[in-house]
Structures are given as C-alpha cells and as structure tokens.
C-alpha cells in the first residue's frame, strides 16, 4: 500500500514499509521481533503468529501463537478495526486509531468476542490482554488521511471556506497532513549515506546498506535573477523488501 506522491511539501521525511516479517534462519516462531533502523531513527515492533480471544468466565484471554515462517505487517493486522459482532448493529463503533484493524471490541458485544482474531502486530513489550483495551497500532505503513495523527492537520471546511476560499486550501491548513506515515516514522530530510538496517524483514534476517544520495540541485529564478539556489532532498523513503525495493 502506497499513498500518492502529491503534496506540496512535508516537512519531514516519511519512512515507510510494505513488507513481512520473516521467522528467523527459516525456523517457525510465535514471535518475531522485526525493525528498521535509517541512520540515528529506528523502529521496532513485534510480529505474533495468528490468535484468539476466548472466555473463561468474565475474563478474556489469548490463545497461544500459532508458528508462522511469513507474517504479513500491515494496518489490516494492527490492533483496532471495526466493531461489527451484532449483525443488528447498524452503526457499528470502530477504533479511531485504526479502524481497519482487527482485535478490538465494544463490552456491549462481549457475548460474541469468543473466536475473534487478535491483531499480529503489537509493540515491543505491550502485550495485549484485553478486547477492550487502548493499545497503539502497529505496522510500518501509511495511515489514514482522515486518522488521528493526520486530520486534525487538514484545516476547516466551513460555509466561509465553500463560499470565499474553495477551490484553494483554508488558512489554517497544516502541511503536516501530507505526512503519510505516524509521527513515530517522521525524520529529518536524508542527505544520502544514511546506514539502513533490516530486521527479519527478508528471509536472510538482518539487511544492511546505505541510503543513495539523491539530493536535486535546483536553482529558481524570478523576473530574470536568481531567486533561490539550494539542494532538494527526498521527503519519502519507502522500503519494499517483498521486491528488493
């Protein structure tokens, strides 16, 4: 999954993931650490093999991880999603975080918990314990724009901005909202030579290599004269371990 390239300008550079964690030496595991790591920034979170909630009385409680040799990391597999247990339920509740994840659940359907899939992601020793619970999303991917973290950023939308100011952006626009990827993935612009570190992202485990320097030369000019001269550097690094990307 990957979002447009369109953005007038980000502030930060996005680092940003498509890929899947890998059991370590081809071995099957319930747990997988996997990272990544790009010069002083890192990342890392906890790849669980496939779980669910089960009742023991009024307590819920996980099954054990079932091995896994590839675990794909996306939003999808984070915890959150979309409370849909009640088939009456016409306006299902989803958590706001990450309504595309799984896990999560209201206490109103808690009769109908038992069997549900736990998330496969989770970070690094938050071990998740309850349906019901306020855990952070995992994953090395893009988020929503009309998640926290993002929409908040995208200014106001009012009757004054339909009237006076659309189709340009309102005033109170925040270019943080082309930031695609949570602010735990934001750094600062790469100047190339960076080392990068792949944690059970490939099948070989650990994957080392430097960034390319791809800064762009670029000089403006305006009514004949120079009116900026400077180096444009990238504000999106995308990973596709999948592809040797």
């Known amino acids: 999954l990957w979002e447009t390239d369109f953005a007038f300008r980000k502030p930060r550079c996005d680092v940003i993931a498509n890929g899947c964690a890998y059991a370590p030496g081809g071995r099957p595991a319930e747990r997988v650490p ?22 023991i009385g009024p307590v819920f409680t996980a099954t054990a991880p079932q091995p896994f040799l590839r675990m794909p990391i996306s939003y999808d597999v984070a915890w959150g999603g979309v409370d849909r ?8 509740a989803s958590y706001k975080y990450n309504p595309v994840g799984i896990g999560w659940s209201r206490t109103r359907n808690q009769c109908l918990i038992p069997g549900l899939r736990l998330p496969n992601t989770q970070a690094v020793g938050e071990e998740i314990r309850s349906p019901f619970g306020d855990y952070k999303p995992m994953s090395f991917g893009p988020i929503g724009r009309g998640w926290p973290g993002r929409i908040e950023h995208g200014g106001t939308y009012d009757d004054n901005w339909t009237k006076n100011i659309f189709p340009f952006l309102p005033p109170d626009f925040d270019e943080r909202y082309f930031q695609m990827a949570p602010p735990d993935q934001q750094i600062d612009h790469p100047k190339g030579g960076e080392d990068v570190q792949l944690i059970n992202l490939t099948p070989a485990g650990r994957e080392n290599f430097r960034l390319p320097k791809t800064a762009l030369p670029i000089t403006l000019f305006k009514d004949g004269e120079e009116a900026f001269q ?12 999948e592809n040797r990307r």
């Open 230 to 241: 400077g180096d444009l550097l990238p504000d999106t690094v995308l990973f596709d371990p």
């Open 34 to 55: 996997v990272g990544i790591k790009v010069g002083n920034w890192s990342k890392l979170l906890e790849a669980v093999g496939t779980r669910e909630w089960r009742a």
């Open 85 to 92: 247990l009640d088939p009456e339920d016409k306006l299902p």
